[in-house]
């Protein structure tokens, strides 16, 4: 059973800058896909940024392209997520999602972190 735990969220003006880090154990991250996931207040949970258990594949959400990028550390069994220029829309729970069972993660079979909370201000 793996273990995701997430750091790095906080209080941050528009245009600043945040790094997420979701420390896994219990499963290499080398060996699943893995993404991160946000949920805003009053509104469903949405996807951010993913990565493919293997192979070059990385995606994002429109919202975030050329803001945002998603890493993975396999030495330190941790994935990131660099949010540069940040904008008020972005306020969320940010969460970490690991799937050993598909190449790219999928909601349904996912194990899922507790999140953190990220609030941008004006």
């Known amino acids: 059973q793996v273990q995701l735990v997430e750091f790095g969220g906080g209080l941050v003006q528009a245009g600043g800058s945040l790094r997420l880090s979701c420390v896994a154990s219990g499963r290499p991250v080398s060996s699943c896909s893995m993404a991160w996931f946000r949920q805003a207040p009053g509104k469903e949970r949405e996807f951010v940024a993913a990565?493919?258990?293997?192979?070059?594949?990385?995606y994002y959400a429109d919202s975030v392209k050329g803001r945002f990028t998603i890493s993975r550390d396999n030495a330190k069994n941790t994935v990131y997520l660099q949010m540069n220029n940040l904008k008020l829309e972005d306020t969320a729970v940010y969460y970490c999602?690991?799937?050993?069972?598909?190449?790219?993660?999928?909601?349904?079979?996912?194990?899922w972190g507790q999140g953190t909370q990220v609030t941008v201000s004006s």
């Open positions: 990565l493919r258990s293997s192979g070059p594949g990385i």
């Open positions: 999602a690991s799937d050993a069972i598909h190449t790219i993660v999928m909601e349904s079979t996912a194990d």
